[in-house]
C-alpha cells in the first residue's frame, strides 16, 4: 500500500484514495471548500506518485515547483506532501474594517501589507490563521485603496464564524490569487452586457461593473440580484446611485418569491447579449437555463458558482 509522508509522520493508505480526504482524516489540516479545483485552498506540495485529474487546474510554474490541488490528486504511489504554509507561502494583510452591509453580509476591507495586481471578477484564498476560504474580490485596482469581500455569514462557517470577531488592526494572511470566468472584456464595448448574480455572487459583478463603467461601456448593462427577501439586496443603494447617473444601466431586484415569474419574463434584445452570471449553483443553473431557452448562445455565458462546502 502507498504510504504518506508529512514532515516526521509516515502511514499508509489505500491505492486511489483522494489525497485531500487522506491528509484530512489522519489529522493534517488542510482547507478546502469546493473540491472542485476551482477554489484553490488546499494547495499542498507533492513529491511522488499522484494521479493529478485537473492538471491544468495550475500554472506550470507552480506544477514545476511541486504544487497540486489535494483534492484532485489520487494517490497512486509513495507521497511526500508539505501543506501550503500562510506564514510562509503566504502574503500580510491588515483588516481596515469590518462593517455590516446587510443582517447577514460583511463587507471586509484589507490593506495587503505589498501591492496586489488583480482585475475585477478574480478571487483571493484568505487565511485566518489555519483556517481558509477563498472570496472573490469585489474592489477595483483602479478606484479602491484597499481589497474588498463580502462574506455572506447567513448560515455558520470556520471562517465566517471568525470573521464575525474581526476588527481594524487584525491581521491575515492572503492565498493564490485566481481568476474563474468573470471579467470584463473593453471588446464588448458596444455589446448589452447582463450581470445576474444571487446573493454574495454580487461581489464579484460589482468590480465587473465598476470596471464597464470605468471604461465607458457603450451597450445596455443590465444588472439582475436574487436575494432571500427585500432586506438582503445588501447593494441595492449604491446600485441605485449608478443607475441614477448611468443612462444606460438598469437595475432590477428579485426575491426568491419572485424567481419563476421573473424568469418566465426574460427575454433578449440582442443576440449581441454577453451575460455573466455567479452565485449558488442552484440560481446559477436556472439563470443559464432560461437564458440558453431565451436564444442566448452558449459561448455568450460565462459563470462562477459558490460550491458549497462538503
Known amino acids: 500500500m502507498p504510504e504518506l509522508h508529512v514532515g516526521a509522520r509516515h502511514w499508509s493508505v489505500s491505492t486511489g484514495s483522494n489525497l485531500l480526504d487522506a491528509l484530512n482524516q489522519a489529522g493534517v489540516a488542510v482547507p478546502y471548500s469546493c473540491r472542485a479545483g476551482s477554489c484553490h485552498a488546499c494547495l499542498v506540495r507533492c513529491q511522488g506518485e499522484v494521479e493529478d485529474k485537473q492538471p491544468d487546474a495550475l500554472s506550470p510554474a507552480q506544477r514545476q515547483d511541486g504544487w497540486r490541488l489535494a483534492c484532485q490528486c489520487q494517490v497512486t504511489g509513495d507521497v511526500q506532501v508539505e501543506a501550503f504554509d500562510p ?6 494583510a491588515t483588516v481596515l474594517s469590518a462593517d455590516w452591509l446587510s443582517p447577514t453580509v460583511l463587507r471586509l476591507r484589507l490593506q495587503p501589507e505589498r501591492g496586489l495586481r488583480y482585475r475585477a471578477g478574480q478571487h483571493l484564498v484568505l487565511w485566518a490563521g489555519t483556517v481558509a476560504r477563498p472570496y472573490s474580490l469585489a474592489s477595483l485596482p483602479q478606484d479602491d485603496p484597499f481589497l474588498e469581500f463580502h462574506l455572506d455569514c447567513r448560515l455558520p462557517g470556520e471562517f465566517s464564524d471568525l470573521a464575525r470577531q474581526l476588527q481594524a488592526g487584525d491581521q491575515l494572511r492572503l492565498g493564490e490569487l485566481r481568476g474563474g ?4 472584456d473593453p471588446d464588448w464595448q458596444s455589446r448589452p452586457l447582463w450581470l445576474l448574480a444571487s446573493g454574495t455572487g454580487l461581489a464579484p459583478l460589482w468590480g465587473v461593473l465598476r470596471e464597464a463603467l470605468r471604461q465607458d461601456h457603450q451597450g445596455a448593462i443590465r444588472v439582475i440580484h436574487l436575494a432571500h427577501d427585500t432586506g ?10 449608478l443607475a441614477a447617473s448611468h ?9 426568491a418569491a419572485q424567481l419563476a415569474g421573473a424568469l418566465a419574463q426574460l427575454r433578449l434584445v440582442s443576440r449581441q447579449t454577453l451575460a455573466l452570471l455567479c452565485g449558488h449553483p442552484d440560481s446559477v443553473e436556472a439563470f443559464s437555463k432560461r437564458l440558453f431557452l431565451a436564444g442566448l448562445p452558449r459561448n455568450q455565458l460565462l459563470a462562477d458558482v459558490f460550491l458549497p462546502r462538503g
Not at 506564514?87 to 500580510?92: E, I, P, Q
Open 181 to 184: 470566468a468573470l471579467h470584463y
Open 87 to 92: 506564514l510562509r507561502d503566504g502574503a500580510a
Open 247 to 255: 443612462d444606460n444601466l438598469t437595475v432590477e431586484l428579485w426575491t
Open 232 to 241: 438582503a439586496h445588501y447593494l441595492a443603494e449604491p446600485l441605485a446611485q
